[in-house]
T-cell receptor
Framework: GDSVTQMEGPVTLSEEAFLTINCTYT??????LFWYVQYPGEGLQLLLK?????DKGSNKGFEATYRKETTSFHLEKGSVQVSDSAVYFC?????????????FGTGTRLTVIP | GAVVSQHPSRVICKSGTSVKIECRSL??????MFWYRQFPKKSLMLMAT?????????EQGVEKDKFLINHASLTLSTLTVTSAHPEDSSFYIC???????????????FGPGTRLTVL
């Protein structure tokens, strides 16, 4: 079945530090991969996505590359800010199980301190 | 933008009572809405897919008679937890998409969630 395994947190970094949150997946078909972010008190927001192998999704300084050979979609940012403090969810959708069904990881809480 | 609201944000109820949670798309029409449940330190689990004007499609293991879903309009879906018990305590999240379902992924817009505590 489809599943997403995500690095457990919490993660605490100093401002301007480098961020990596690991995410690996298993899927029946050829999934699309996503990173969602949830700021305190708000709903999940799509941060970035990639729909095929070797695609790189990017937004707000965050990047993730769809690696089919390692079934991974790690989230990276070169220099985090306090405003990046949030919970990050890796997710996939698999056309074979329903294109709008999202499978989520457990979420990783990031806290950035000044 | 595409904003989804949920009401209430937090509810505490006694065991045996029913609780209704509303999910509204504020600035778009949502033909399809989804209901998720999140346990502490666990991922979001899809409970059901709600299509306007038709019966919801429930995921395996979700009791349809316990979690009643109504999608009466293009901007409102409700989840009613009937005869709630402490094990139903959880964080319930809804999402909505602008278009219909299909082969291509349509971005889901999420509500902020509702924390249900059953005493």
């Amino acid at each position: 079945g489809d599943s997403v395994t995500q690095m457990e947190g919490p993660v605490t970094l100093s401002e301007e530090a480098f961020l990596t949150i690991n995410c690996t997946y298993t899927a029946t078909g050829y999934p699309s991969l996503f990173w969602y972010v949830q700021y305190p008190g708000e709903g999940l927001q799509l941060l970035l996505k990639a729909t095929k192998a070797d695609d790189k999704g990017s937004n707000k300084g965050f990047e993730a590359t769809y690696r089919k050979e390692t079934t991974s979609f790690h989230l990276e940012k070169g220099s985090v800010q306090v405003s990046d403090s949030a919970v990050y969810f890796c997710a996939l959708s698999d056309p074979q199980t329903g294109a709008n069904n999202l499978f989520f990881g457990t979420g990783t809480r990031l806290t950035v301190i000044p | 933008g595409a904003v989804v609201s949920q009401h209430p944000s937090r509810v505490i109820c006694k065991s045996g009572t029913s609780v209704k949670i509303e999910c509204r798309s504020l600035d778009f029409q949502a033909t399809t809405m989804f209901w998720y449940r999140q346990f502490p330190k666990k991922s979001l689990m899809l409970m059901a897919t709600s299509n306007e004007g038709s019966k919801a499609t429930y995921e395996q293991g979700v009791e349809k008679d316990k979690f009643l879903i109504n999608h009466a309009s293009l901007t409102l879906s409700t989840l009613t937890v009937t005869s709630a018990h402490p094990e139903d305590s959880s964080f319930y999240i809804c999402s909505a998409i602008k278009g219909g379902t299909g082969l291509l992924y349509n971005e889901q817009f999420f509500g902020p969630g509702t924390r249900l505590t059953v005493l």
